[in-house]
């Protein structure tokens, strides 16, 4: 059974048209919820990490939320040097320990 | 903020020879370390957690024996890919957890990946 669940899988842009990514969860007890920047050929590039619902964080166009269910990235007016997937993922405890678990990302293009 | 440096980015192998991937942390000490593998267009598949000077756990159907993974300092982990064959030509990325803030919370660095071709 996924544990995270990000939609849509991919989304087209025009430079500017604001939208959103989601990422939804169903683990319980919540150590954190992470969104990276990943480009192609590259490894995930750190953006926000959020811990309580109701938080926010905010880096020049993106802007990341949080409920107690999922999360949502929201990119306002977006260039096309925006354009990367982007991963979220959420810290489990397995055996004690705590492992991130990822989704399978949404892939983003902004067309200029 | 925290680097890890991952070294070589690209490497083409025969088939039935070995490579080894390696992991640095370049400004903290990492004591966890993570392996991911990708494929295109999907997303990273956990393959093992390794823990400074003990043995890796690797998560169910990867074969411990195909993939060393050896994190023997506080900077370094290595990824061994042992008699490689076509399938295992992947992307393969290493992430070392790291603590941040006054609360000393969880935070994961990633490495830069690399992209194994195995002929």
């Known amino acids: 059974e996924d544990q995270v669940t990000q939609s849509p899988e991919a989304l087209r842009l025009q430079e500017g048209e604001s939208s959103s990514l989601n990422c939804s969860y169903t683990?319980?007890?919540?150590?954190?919820l992470f969104w990276y920047r990943q480009d192609p050929g590259k490894g995930p590039e750190f953006l926000f990490t959020?811990?309580?619902a109701g938080e926010e964080k905010e880096k020049e166009r993106l802007k990341a939320t949080l409920t107690k269910k999922e999360s949502f990235l929201h990119i306002t007016a977006p260039k096309p040097e925006d354009s990367a997937t982007y991963l979220c993922?959420?810290?489990?405890?397995?055996?004690?320990?705590?492992?991130?678990?990822f989704g399978r990302g949404t892939s983003l293009i902004v067309h200029p | 903020g925290a680097v890890v440096s991952q070294h070589p980015s690209r490497v083409i192998c025969k088939s039935g020879t070995s490579v080894k991937i390696e992991c640095r942390s370049l400004?903290?000490?990492?004591?966890?370390m993570f392996w991911y593998r990708q494929f295109p267009k999907q997303s990273l598949m956990l393959m093992a957690t390794s823990n400074e000077g003990s043995k890796a756990t690797y998560e169910q159907g990867v074969e411990k024996d195909k993939f060393l993974i050896n994190h023997a300092s506080l900077t370094l982990s290595t990824l061994t890919v042992t008699s490689a064959h076509p399938e295992d030509s992947s992307f393969y990325i290493c992430?070392?957890?790291?603590?941040?803030?006054?609360?000393?919370?969880?935070?994961?660095?990633f490495g830069s990946g690399t992209r194994l071709t195995v002929v």
């Open positions: 992430s070392a957890r790291t603590l941040t803030g006054a609360g000393l919370r969880y935070g994961y660095t």
């Open positions: 993922a959420v810290q489990i405890t397995s055996g004690g320990s705590y492992i991130p678990t």
């Open positions: 400004d903290f000490q990492a004591t966890t």
């Open positions: 959020l811990y309580s």
């Open positions: 683990v319980s007890g919540l150590r954190g």
